[in-house]
Every structure is written in C-alpha cells, then in structure tokens.
C-alpha cells in the first residue's frame, strides 16, 4: 500500500510540474516582446523619416509614456478598465505630442501608423 501512495504521489506531482511549466511556456510565447523607448524611436525614425533631433524628441516622449504607463499600472490595482482608460490616455498624449514635432508629410504617415496600430488592437480584442 505504501508503494501505491508513493508512485500516486509521484505521478501528480509530475502531473503538476508538467503543467507549469507547460503555462509558463504559454504566457512567454504569448507575450510579444515590448520594444524600448529607443528601439521604439529607431523604428519611427526609418517608417517616417525624422531628423536625428526629432528621433532625440521622439525617445523622450516615448520615455515618458513608459514611466506614465508603469504609474498607472502601479496605481489601478488590478482594474483592467482603468489600466485600459489610463494606457489610451497616455497613448493619446504621447501621439499628440509627437505629431507636434513632424513635418506635415510625416504627420500624412503617421495617421496611417496609427490606424494599422488601432487595426491591430482590434484584432487582439477579438482574439482574446
């Protein structure tokens, strides 16, 4: 009888360990990797063309929106909503400040940036 609890006891604890790290697998493939500020920037850069002082402005802003977003995720306590409404306030206020900086050709790609952005999250929302 002891045999038999030792070899039930092994199986779900193998059982369990499988499963963890079988949905530790899942969550790092499912998350795409976040790019930098300035990989961020760099990107940008090559899609619209910027000057370097605007690449340098672009990074800062993109910086900023960073430490904003880790702010509002420290303070909305879980609420996927408010993180949400937050994250969307944010991303307004960097894009704003980023179309104040580009020539008016640029401002032209970046409405097209952000539509496929928008395209984007709305294909994620219905997947999820």
Request: proline share 2%.
């Amino acid at each position: 009888m002891n045999r038999r609890n030792s070899y039930l006891k092994n199986t779900v604890i193998s059982i369990a360990l499988l499963w963890s790290m079988t949905a530790a697998c899942g969550i790092l493939w499912a998350q795409p990797a976040r790019m930098s500020p300035k990989e961020r920037a760099a990107n940008m850069k090559e899609q619209l063309a910027l000057t370097d002082s605007q690449a340098v402005l672009v990074t800062g802003i993109f910086e900023d929106a960073q430490a904003d977003m880790k702010k509002a995720a420290d303070s909305a306590n879980g609420d996927r909503q408010s993180m949400r409404d937050l994250r969307m306030a944010i991303m307004k206020k960097s894009d704003e400040r980023i179309d104040s900086i580009l020539t008016d050709d640029q401002k032209k790609k970046f409405a097209d940036m952000k539509k496929e952005r928008q395209g984007r999250m709305r294909n994620r929302q219905r997947n999820d």
